[in-house]
């Protein structure tokens, strides 16, 4: 079974250039998340969709930040336009629901590391 | 809101020996989750070991064992028989059993765990 994909794998940018970041999850889950990871700290969840409808996007910063997740399936970060602390590492992670149980494990993609000079 | 802390930024071990992970954690709630995530240096995040609050015996899986201890609100991970994959960030996280926001990982700031040959 495949996993979580996600490209690119690096990018590295100019500040105030627009940056997008694709996923697509494992194959029947339909909850998909994005993680913002700094250095040094553990993932925070920026965005989780159920299907294509955003269910939680109260920690996405909206005025440069945006995602898509077009026919529930891949789904894509943008960042338009990036700063300087926005170097980090985006991660993507899928789950089959969004409930409690052990079906609602979280499985992550290896990220995209930004750098944004 | 709930907190996950690791005290411990950076830990080595010998080959074939023993090490302990610490982590502890804040929260009101009686249902949840606790997870210790694997993440090398390709980034992804694998999920080591999952203990339910609910259940009072320890999770084991092969050579990877927790502490549970829910009065004192501690999970700490051992790993015995170290190995040299087993050289990683370790990062602890909780998540809600139940309600609104049950999916949502909480992760501390991880530990670096260097093994030595």
């Known amino acids: 079974e495949a996993g979580v994909v996600q490209s690119p794998r690096y990018k590295i940018i100019e500040k105030k250039q627009p940056v997008a970041f694709w996923c697509n999850p494992i194959s029947g889950h339909n909850t998909l998340y994005w993680y913002l990871q700094n250095l040094g700290q553990g993932p925070e969840l920026l965005i989780r969709?159920?299907?294509?409808?955003?269910?939680?996007d109260s920690q996405l910063p909206k005025d440069r930040f945006s995602a898509e997740r077009l026919k529930g399936v891949d789904s894509t970060l943008k960042i338009q336009p990036a700063e300087l602390g926005d170097s980090a590492v985006y991660l993507c992670?899928?789950?089959?629901?969004?409930?409690?149980?052990?079906?609602?494990?979280?499985?992550f993609g290896p990220g995209t590391r930004l750098t944004v000079l | 809101a709930q907190t996950v802390t690791q005290s411990q930024p950076e830990m080595s071990v010998q080959e074939a020996e023993t090490v302990t992970l610490s982590c502890t954690y804040d929260?009101?709630?009686?249902?949840?989750?606790l997870f210790w995530y694997k993440q090398p240096p390709s980034r992804q995040m694998i999920l080591v070991i999952r203990?339910?609050?609910?259940?009072?015996q320890n999770a084991t899986e092969n050579r990877f064992s927790v502490n549970f201890q829910k009065a004192a609100k501690s999970f700490s991970l051992k790993i015995s028989d170290s190995q040299l994959g087993d050289a990683a960030m370790y990062f602890c996280a909780y998540r809600r059993g139940r309600g609104g926001s049950n999916y949502k990982l909480t992760f501390g700031k991880g530990t670096l765990l260097t093994v030595n040959p």
């Open positions: 929260t009101s709630e009686s249902d949840y989750y």
């Open positions: 992670a899928s789950s089959l629901g969004g409930g409690r149980g052990a079906y609602n494990e979280q499985f």
């Open positions: 203990q339910e609050a609910y259940k009072q």
């Open positions: 969709y159920e299907n294509e409808e955003a269910v939680d």
